[in-house]
């Protein structure tokens, strides 16, 4: 079988479906690629587009070319120098046979990378592939946005319900006076004219009656001129704009202590992503805090979130008194949805657990539209997991789950938040 590959630019999609082609049997590379970038990447440029460079010894490609036809020999020239079964020599700098390309040669010429665009929905569409999405929350995700009703000015046509009084009187009473205009200075006219011959003849003079009447015809021109026309009807014009409803905070609290590796973290970082990228559809500004804790609790941007290497034991509620702090002074003046997410391997000292388990119960919950909590472990829950599941009943904003590795983050996030998804 033989594979052509279209690479000319996808001018409005002509050569979409050679653009799938290449993503399929590129996939790995592509993959790679897309993890790469999401280990560097904030969270609010999930949505983005990548460049993927795929080598170019991956690109080998089979080419037609005109036989030789016909019947012929070829005689190969030997050496002077080796026999059959002499070792040869390592050659001396480490260089080594092949065509050089994808490498620089002694002549500084060689061949690059190839360079492939993904597009944002391309993007999502990997982002998404490896938390095990269903195609269609996958295109829903990525794709779907709010809209909102706004006033954009006035429109010649609509519903009755949408007419602009004011603006409909003002267009009738500009056009009732451009179309008498010429009628009311005739009139004056006519007027100086009957002012000067009354001065020098009769009222019954045969001229003067004429211009009368010719008023008079005048005036009835006036006053056939409509007090409003169709024409004059101007309606407000409303348009459909990308606008989500309001601002959110989001609280992305994450156990840095020395049991959660650098996996673990990765898998949370793909958890806080698709949930900021769930909460963009619907509000309009999202702010982002970060709080890190051991045995400390820290806010701290989101590069040292992820990638500071300090390291601890384990005190959760730090990270809870820390986000209290912080939500009761800058986020509870009735302007903000606040959502909070925690992702810890639940390891945490026994006495503190309760503890944490207060503080959620009286002083966060009441206060955000939803909690979340999930516990990245392959083994059993911890002791953290047992004092949280005292709080899913009593808190209906309160859900907790359990994460093996990344094919469960969409299944737990979905459990989640299933009553928003749906």
């Not at 594979?3 to 001018?11: A, C, H, L, P, T």
């Not at 260089?95 to 929905?121: I, M, Q, Y």
């Not at 009761?328 to 810890?344: D, E, I, K």
């Amino acid at each position: 079988m033989v594979r052509i590959i279209d690479r000319r630019f996808d001018s409005r999609n002509k050569s979409a479906v050679n653009r799938q082609r290449f993503m399929r049997r590129f996939k790995g590379q592509i993959r790679e690629a897309v993890a790469d970038a999401i280990a560097g990447r904030s969270i609010k440029d999930l949505d983005n587009g990548e460049s993927v460079s795929i080598p170019s010894k991956d690109l080998s490609e089979p080419q037609f070319h005109h036989g030789r036809g016909g019947i012929w020999e070829t005689v190969f020239t030997g050496n002077d120098q080796f026999s059959s079964g002499d070792q040869i020599n390592r050659p001396q700098g480490g260089g080594g046979g092949g065509s050089g390309k994808g490498k620089a040669s002694k002549d500084g010429e060689g061949e690059d990378d190839f360079v492939f665009n993904l597009s944002r929905e391309e993007f999502l569409d990997v982002f998404f592939d490896d938390l095990a999405l269903p195609n269609l929350v996958k295109t829903q995700l990525a794709r779907i946005q709010e809209y909102k009703s706004q006033r954009a000015g006035f429109t010649n046509d609509g519903t009755p319900a949408n007419i602009n009084v004011v603006r409909s009187l003002r267009g009738a009473l500009g056009r009732r006076l451009a179309l008498a205009s010429p009628y009311q200075g005739r009139l004056r006219e006519l007027q100086k004219q009957i002012e000067e011959l009354l001065e020098t003849r009769p009222e019954d003079d045969p001229e003067i009656i004429r211009l009368k009447d010719e008023i008079g015809i005048l005036r009835a021109k006036i006053e056939a001129i409509p007090f409003i026309d169709s024409f004059d009807l101007r309606y407000n014009n409303r348009i459909k704009i990308p606008k989500p409803t309001t601002q959110a905070v989001m609280f992305c609290i994450m156990d840095v202590s020395g049991s959660m590796d650098e996996e673990k973290k990765a898998t949370a970082k793909r958890f806080f992503m698709l949930l900021y990228l769930f909460l963009t559809r619907t509000y309009e500004h999202i702010e982002v805090v970060f709080i890190r804790h051991h045995t400390v609790a820290k806010e701290v941007n989101e590069e040292d979130f992820f990638h500071s290497r300090e390291s601890g034991g384990t005190v959760v509620s730090s990270a809870i008194e820390l986000m209290k702090d912080i939500l009761h002074q800058r986020y509870l003046n009735g302007a903000w949805n606040v959502y909070g997410a925690q992702a810890s391997d639940g390891d945490n000292w026994e006495n503190d657990s309760p503890h944490c388990r207060e503080l959620l119960s009286d002083a966060i919950l009441p206060f955000v539209q939803y909690f979340a909590y999930i516990e990245i472990t392959p083994g059993e829950p911890q002791n953290l997991w047992r004092e949280y599941e005292k709080l899913v009943g009593a808190h209906a904003n309160f859900a907790m789950q359990h994460i093996e590795g990344l094919p469960d983050i969409y299944p737990v996030f979905r459990e989640l938040f299933k009553k928003k998804l749906a």
